[in-house]
């Protein structure tokens, strides 16, 4: 039973509270962060279908675009990874690959809260009322599908080490071992991508939740510890990755379509 309001609390949640018209007292620009992330959620929404759809100019090998790893097709010529659809998917086979870590990046508990504020306004940002007046939060369909999150997880860890594969195929040239610009720029997209992958909060909740003392558990433990230093970080490496991966993508169909010649030193 809740006991009735007494002396200040009385008059806190009593008649005599203040009624506030304006919808919000701030008068800070808090509508920047969540139009910025409109603008490049958004661009890399259209950057994303244009790369998914173009099937084409996504190998200059060795290098093969993200957007297009693993190759499943035939047509990344001399890619060491096994093209098991042979020719007989005739769609783009980056619409086959791109589902798994799109998943994983439309349930991240960072990219919910910046587009449930920016394109829904829920709320858009703190001291911001709702644009609607009802919240029923991930309860139900299908927000609560968002709780699969933890399972993307297992398979954004797989990516992760196939683009780490792509970036060593990277130093091997039709010419022999070597280096190029390209091979830096994969080196730099995985790198980042493990960094988004090693940060989420499923990941360090995998290594340190579920226990009751963490000291019982030192390997754990220091794991959690090192984990959520990344994790504070999270948001950065969430952009960083989204738009380092739109850039290598870009590099890749520049050199393929012969726009720009990749430079790169053979042993
Ligand atoms: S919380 Fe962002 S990837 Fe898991």
Not at 185 to 198: C, P, Q
């Amino acid at each position: 039973m809740t006991a009735a309001p007494t002396g200040t609390a009385a008059s806190a949640v009593g008649s005599a509270r203040a009624r506030i018209t304006e919808p919000t007292l701030r008068r800070d620009a808090w509508w920047v962060g969540p139009v910025v992330t409109v603008v490049v959620l958004a661009g890399f929404t259209g950057y994303g279908l244009w790369a998914a759809l173009r099937d084409g100019n996504y190998y200059a090998d060795p290098y093969l675009s993200p957007f297009y790893s693993p190759c499943l097709t035939d047509r990344c010529a001399d890619h060491a990874t096994p093209h098991i659809l042979g020719d007989v998917w005739t769609l783009s086979p980056a619409i086959l690959v791109l589902a798994f870590p799109l998943g994983f990046r439309l349930t991240c508990y960072y990219y919910r809260r910046a587009y449930y504020r920016s394109f829904w306004w829920a709320p858009p940002a703190c001291a911001v009322p709702d644009a609607r007046a009802r919240y029923t939060g991930e309860t139900r369909l299908p927000l609560v599908l968002q709780n699969v999150h933890r399972y993307f997880f297992y398979v954004a860890v797989v990516f992760a080490g196939l683009l780490t594969y792509d970036t060593m195929i990277a130093f091997s040239f039709p010419q022999g071992l070597g280096i190029g610009v390209g091979t830096g720029v994969l080196a730099v997209n995985a790198v980042l991508i493990w960094l988004y992958t090693l940060s989420c909060h499923s990941c360090r909740h995998l290594c340190g939740g579920g226990l009751r003392q963490l000291s019982r558990a030192p390997v754990r433990y220091q794991l959690w510890r090192r984990l959520s230093i990344l994790n504070r970080n999270h948001m950065k490496f969430a952009w960083a990755s989204l738009l380092w991966i739109m850039a290598t993508d870009f590099y890749i169909w520049l050199v393929a379509a012969g726009h720009i010649h990749d430079y790169h030193w053979v042993a």
